[in-house]
């Protein structure tokens, strides 16, 4: 269980000086090996129609946009996988807006395509990835349902869905007043669920959207709750907020570094005792991403050779090459891991269909 308290979060996000210094000093305690991970993967938004409508999002696209993503073929993601198979990568993650399928321009190609609904169509994405390529997916698509979640557990290596903040306060800023599908009571019992289902998961928070160190502080404390009832947290993501020309929160603040070298900090000593990754995305960090090393980060995220970030359009992924040099130069060592963390590659965790796969990776 963790022990760590809201009063020592506290003092981390408002340490400055010496203190700052000392408190990078712990987390290297902590550090069982020099290994900095990351995934290659490939990045398919399989539509860019979503229900929410958040401050700082590129992704989403209006219906009526002529370059929006409606609804991918199962033709064009195969060619996808089959591009991303030829660089070596291993994730295929699967991206989508929440709902989209409530959207009638979506329903309308969902049924030229002979389906319903988001959740059979990405079923069967999944297995056709497993089927006909050597990628693991890895979903990402907003809130789902227990139901659903649990029939996407048979085709899918990990998942994953951002806390972002545990705060209900945010909903009435920019960042989420349109956006019922970021009520935290809703994302929560979404992790939740996938930790009953025992399915590997991904979350995290995202800073500089309007909160308050408190709520950083709460959020880092609801995950690892959640994190102690169920087990199933391989990775929690430090995210930055990073402005973007045209989305609504353009001329919004981001956070400043040493905010982000605190929270990392934070993340890193929340869960010093456990064996749950601290992911900071380099391609939003790429003159200060060393410095998170430093401060406890031990994984990079899904980084790909083949497609942009379609959340962070504007922040392109660093090379392979380029992440090994800034990885070895901070005194560490880069190496590739699969989507799934090696703890979760049992029957406990996956189908038999996702292991009988891996096993024929190795």
């Known amino acids: ?25 712990e987390t290297a305690k902590y550090r069982e090996n020099n290994l ?59 991206a989508f807006g929440e709902d989209a399928d409530e959207e009638e321009i979506v329903q309308i190609k969902l049924k030229e395509y002979g389906y319903d609904n988001m959740i059979d169509y990405i079923y069967d994405i999944c297995q056709m990835t497993l089927d006909k390529t050597s990628l693991l ?15 996407l557990k048979e085709v899918n290596a990990s998942m994953g869905l951002m806390l972002e903040n545990s705060s209900k306060r945010l909903m009435e800023l920019p960042a989420h007043n349109k956006s019922p599908g970021k009520n935290p009571d809703l994302r929560i019992e979404t992790i939740e669920n996938a930790g009953k ?10 800073i500089g959207i ?21 087990g199933h947290i391989q990775e929690v993501i430090i995210q930055n907020f990073t402005p973007i020309p045209g989305i609504e929160m353009e001329d919004w603040a981001e956070p400043s570094f040493l905010d ?12 010093k005792d456990t064996d749950v990754s601290i992911q900071v995305p380099p391609n939003l960090n790429n003159d200060t991403a060393q410095i998170f090393l430093l401060c406890g980060a ?10 942009p970030d379609f959340v962070n359009i504007t922040s392109p992924w660093p090379g ?43």
């Not at 399989?46 to 033709?75: H, M, S, V, W």
């Not at 090459?321 to 005194?331: F, I, S």
Request: hydrophobic fraction near 35%; aromatic fraction near 10%.
């Open 298 to 307: 031990d994984d990079w995220g899904g980084v790909s050779p083949v497609s």
């Open 197 to 206: 289902l025992k399915i590997p998961y991904t979350t995290g928070i995202l």
């Open 36 to 94: 900095i991970t990351f995934s290659k993967n490939i990045f398919i938004p399989l539509t860019e129609i979503c229900r929410n409508d958040c401050g700082y999002c590129n992704f989403k696209k209006n219906p009526d946009d002529p370059q929006a993503i409606i609804l991918k073929t199962k033709e064009e993601i195969l060619a996808d996988l089959k591009e991303a198979e030829k660089y070596g990568c291993k994730e295929a993650m699967f």
């Open 210 to 230: 309007g909160e308050t160190k408190e709520e950083i502080a709460d959020s880092l404390l609801t995950i690892r709750d959640i994190y102690d009832k169920y």
């Open 137 to 151: 997916p890895h979903t990402n698509g907003g809130n789902f349902s227990f139901d659903a979640l649990k029939r």
């Open 320 to 362: 392979i090459d380029e992440l090994k040099q800034l990885t070895e130069d901070a005194g560490f060592e880069l190496t590739e891991r699969l989507c799934v963390y090696e703890k979760y590659i049992n029957n406990e965790w996956l189908s038999d269909y996702i292991l009988d796969k891996i096993a024929n990776l190795s």
């Open 260 to 271: 982000m070298i605190r929270t990392v900090i934070a993340g890193t000593l929340v869960f």
């Open 1 to 25: 269980m963790q022990t760590i308290t809201k009063e020592d979060i506290l003092e981390i996000l408002t340490a400055t000086d010496k203190d700052i210094i000392n408190f990078m000093l």
